[in-house]
């Protein structure tokens, strides 16, 4: 029977690192790439690449390091993200370079990131799970012009994930877009817990069916289907 094994792809101080220390103690080998890794994250980790995602070519490269050293990841973990701003938040003043590489990071590296775990899935015993979850928020359903580069890739990532449900939901690969929200439904900004993303992206990891691809997901509570509510949203300047 195949290992276990998560990739964890912009795995950062928070949630980055709660991930992988959290599937580590589950017993799974564990990859987790950043740009600039931690000392707890080289700790908890089994492999640590240094990557940056604003080259979406980097990704090929880093699956291949992966399955050479580890083996094929059965869960991939996409959990980078940028948001480049303009002047005084308008994001038409974004220059064009940096525009670019904040879509890279955000969608295309994202792409890429997909299409490799769906070919390792392929490879993988039909017995074992496959899981492919992409850290979201609540720019698929509002429009924030400070976010709007990050909202895009946000969006489009969403639609790549409804694309890949519908074909290989009957190859037994799961595919979600995660999103923590308070209570209330609202977004949590930079409020983000990293235990809480751990511990339900592990639910999600070990789950047989595919379950709602729009995972949004509360601390201490696991899933909650907020049936389109988005809760209160501050004015821009006030998150």
Known sequence: MASNIILNLGA???????????????????????????????????????????????INAIFSEVREKLGVPNVVVYNAYANPMGDSGDPFTIPLNDFVAGVNINMISPYAAMSEAISGFKDLPKETRKTFIYTGNLCMHIVLPVAMNMGLGKRGVGHMIENAVMLYEKEGFNFYFADERLPDASPMYQSLNGDAHAEFYYELATKKEQGPWEATFVKGQGHVDFEGRIGVIPKIGDA
């Open 12 to 58: 950062g101080p928070n949630s980055g690192y709660h991930i992988t220390k959290y599937f580590s103690d589950k017993s799974y080998k564990t990859a987790a790439v950043a740009r600039d890794p931690s000392e707890e994250l080289v700790k908890a980790a089994d492999l640590i690449i240094k990557a940056d995602f604003a080259d979406a070519s980097n």
